[in-house]
């Protein structure tokens, strides 16, 4: 009878088979030509992932390139008789079959080839017409292609959980490996993972992991693929799961997704399915080395600064199963942020806090972990400043492992570094933490520059024919009408006058006065004008005095290719991050290869004005407001300049050494005071410095620059030549002395310039350069 039955039913699945389902199978073209979606991924110079974008993440690997046990810990569970069926495994079919007809389709025999048809063309609904469209599909599948090209469209095509698609990228992301690097107790969970990923990764439900890939093991000892010792072996053996990001070991966020914009608009949507593969320019210890001098001294600042209180406060629940829950609902809502852990405080004194993390771990606060907190634990502190129960702070874990209570800062910062001669990025920070803020300060954020502006603006001076040495008086200064009608008295930061200071001395101590009064001298308009040569946008600038003291706006990016002229002699470099695209077979599609700024059609600056400007510029990093970096950093090749605006509401440093050229900014999104005993080299400084440390370490201090042609020494400082013997440029507001009257003569002849010497040469400024998707 249940003979007569099965015939029965065979004959009528095979005149259904025959009559519906082969007319409308469909072409297999996707797996004879098969063109996996590959997602496109971003390396440093020195081949380290920073990025990966895709909806799909897989890594082909040819099945010559596989382990062995890796595709044997497959079949042993999937499809042992892969290798010895036509497609479709009847004797594993006949039992299946048996339970099916006793009660509904709970079992299935699909082989490995069964699977790439419903992986490439078919839904998995239980329905008897989608089973046969998927035995005929096997049969097509199993004429058209080897056993070996079979196996490896399914080990590459798979979906494996976590956004994971294939053996490769599963390993990647569960386990931090390529495939060759993996256990046998990593490989049998791997090969476990088909049956269902989406329920039982180790990520998701690490116990139903645990139990398939002991039925793994145990399928491989059964067959005699490993021996009892490997299998008792591989049964004890602890599995380390990746949660965090896979693969990317260095904080470059804000580098992938410039990176990432920038391809997607030279190739739309394809970017996240061809392969494709982008070299950067940055390099993984100056990337990290920047990471983390933004991090420390944005902490330093924030502690420097005083605690703020819980970020938020919930009702604890008295019901230990409710509790729970509320506590791992309220911390899901506090993104982690590399260290700063998100935590619920259990109870808190004045000596102990007990709280809770997401993972349900209780942690003791004491000590000196308590220090930063101390106000908000004292009997009378306010109700929104106090740690009581309920309350979400951050911690952190420090020296010898023990616990602190921090925050989350709330000022901005950002660091970037460029080459100096070919404008390379070697590394880039667009804020404290792209996990909390995508917005990338470095490139977008267009803040007031403060005195970091000054060395154009003294350039423009040098160009007008005034030296380092021209004296100039800083004494208060009232002018009326400057300020809306009203009258300007622009002050010096430390509020203290020296009488006549060198332009030399003015800017190595950022003294306002005397910058302004130099700004008057030689012109707002030719100030204004000369910016443009250095990439500002003159829009951006005040059309008045104001602006020798930095009230326009810039980005840190556009600041930094700024001092590069100073950096390289007077040459204009445009920054670029992608140094290469592969295609997915690995060939070169674009490619970057810029040539060291040292044509005369890219000069945008007298190479004199160069060579005296960096002397300056050296100075101030000798024994001015920047000597913490020559002290620090024991180097004599160092310049730049402090930055600080108004009510220091921006910090700055920006200065090069070593032909590496970087820029740091800190404050906040909405502007206010960074604090009253903040500046410059409070803030930014010492994030320059720390970075500057690596970036510097294996590069050899570069010898002085040797004077250019056209230079001369006057009052034992550089000068123009044409401009020498012209006591009219050599003083500002002060009163000459009758010896220096009768050398400077009648006004109006002091006005025209002496036969004896000739105005020099204008440089050509060329246009900027157009825009590239290469930046």
């Known amino acids: 009878m249940l003979l007569a039955a099965i015939v029965l039913f065979g004959a009528g699945a095979l005149v259904y088979l025959m009559s519906a389902i082969l007319p409308k199978l469909p072409r297999i073209d996707a797996v004879t030509d098969y063109r996996p979606k590959i997602p496109l991924r971003i390396y440093t110079a020195d081949q380290v992932l920073i990025g990966e974008f895709g909806v799909e993440h897989r890594e082909f690997v040819p099945i010559a390139n596989i382990p062995p046990m890796m595709k044997t810990a497959l079949l042993a569970i999937e499809d042992a008789r892969f290798y010895e069926h036509g497609g479709i495994d009847w004797r594993r079919a006949a039992g299946a079959a048996r339970s099916n007809l006793r009660g509904g389709f709970r079992q299935g025999a699909s082989t490995i080839t069964m699977q790439v048809a419903r992986n490439f063309f078919l839904s998995r609904e239980k329905r008897i017409s989608r089973k046969l469209t998927e035995i005929a599909l096997a049969y097509r599948i199993e004429d058209a292609l080897t056993k070996d090209q079979i196996l490896e469209l399914y080990m590459n095509q798979v979906f494996l959980g976590n956004r994971s698609y294939g053996f490769s990228s599963a390993a990647r992301s569960y386990f931090g490996k390529s495939l060759d690097e993996l256990s046998l107790a990593e490989m049998a969970m791997l090969a476990g993972l088909p049956q269902n990923p989406s329920r039982q990764n180790p990520v998701v439900n690490p116990e139903r992991a645990r139990l398939r890939q002991h039925a793994v093991l145990e399928r491989l000892y059964l067959l005699g693929d490993i021996t009892e010792s490997s299998y008792r072996k591989a049964l004890d053996e602890p599995l380390r799961i990746r949660r965090g990001r896979p693969d990317l070991d260095t ?347 040292s044509q005369d059609s890219e000069r945008v600056l007298d190479a004199r004005n160069a060579f005296i400007i960096d002397t300056m510029l050296r100075d101030v990093t000798r024994y001015g407001t920047g000597a913490a970096s020559v002290q620090k950093l024991g180097r004599n090749d160092i310049a730049g300049k402090t930055g600080t605006t108004s009510d220091a509401f921006d910090g700055w440093f920006a200065g090069y050494g070593g032909k590496v050229v970087a820029v740091a900014w800190m404050g906040y999104d909405e502007p206010r005071s960074l604090g009253r005993r903040e500046f410059g080299a409070t803030l930014a400084l010492p994030i320059w410095i720390d970075y500057m440390r690596v970036a510097l370490a294996p590069r050899p201090p570069a010898a002085a620059p040797v004077e250019p042609a056209g230079v001369m020494r006057e009052d034992d400082d550089w000068i123009y030549a044409e401009f020498a013997q012209r006591p009219d440029l050599r003083v500002i507001d002060i009163e000459p002395a009758p010896e220096d009257t009768a050398l400077s003569g009648d006004a109006d002849e002091a006005d025209e310039p002496d036969a004896a010497w000739a105005p020099h040469a204008p440089v050509a400024v060329p246009p900027p350069p157009a825009p590239s998707p290469l930046f």
């Open 251 to 597: 904080r470059a966020d804000y580098v992938a997704e410039l990176a990432r914009q920038a391809v997607f608009a030279q190739f739309g949507e394809q970017a996240y399915e061809r392969g494709l593969v982008v070299i950067t320019t940055i390099f993984k210890a100056q990337q990290d080395a920047a990471y983390e001098a933004v991090r420390r001294n944005v902490l330093d600042y924030d502690q420097r600064h005083g605690y703020r209180g819980p970020e938020a406060r919930i009702d604890l629940p008295q019901q230990p199963a409710e509790r729970n829950q509320a506590i791992a609902d309220a911390l899901q809502k506090r993104p982690a942020s590399d260290g700063l852990v998100p935590a619920l405080v259990l109870a808190a004194s004045a000596t102990t806090v007990r709280v809770a993390t997401l993972a349900g771990e209780e942690i003791t606060i004491e000590g000196a972990g308590l220090k930063f907190a101390a106000r908000a634990l004292a009997p009378g502190a306010r109700q929104a400043l106090a740690l009581t129960p309920g309350a979400v702070i951050r911690i952190s874990r420090r020296a010898q492992h023990a616990w602190a209570i921090v925050q989350v800062p709330q000022v901005a910062a950002a660091f970037v570094a460029i080459d100096a001669d070919t404008g390379a990025y070697h590394a880039l920070v667009g804020g404290f933490d792209y996990n909390l803020q995508k917005f990338n300060h470095v490139t977008q954020a267009w803040r007031q520059p403060g005195s970091a502006i000054k060395p154009f603006v003294y350039a423009a001076a040098l160009d007008k024919g005034y030296s380092p040495g021209t004296r100039i008086l800083d004494a208060p200064l009232d002018m009326p009408g400057e300020n809306a009608g009203a009258t300007w008295s622009p002050q010096n930061d430390d509020g203290v006058y020296s009488g006549p200071i060198t332009m030399r001395h003015s800017l190595a101590h950022s003294k306002n006065v005397t910058t302004v009064r130099l700004q008057r001298a030689i012109g707002v308009h030719y100030t204004h004008d000369f910016l443009g040569r250095f990439g500002f946008d003159p829009a951006r600038h005040a059309s008045n005095l104001t602006l020798a003291l930095g009230t326009g706006a810039v980005t840190p990016l556009q600041l930094a290719g700024a001092y590069a002229v100073f950096a390289n002699g007077g040459y204009r470099v445009k920054p670029y991050l992608i140094a290469q695209i592969r295609d997915g077979n690995g060939s070169v599609i674009l490619e970057h290869r810029p040539q060291p700024a």
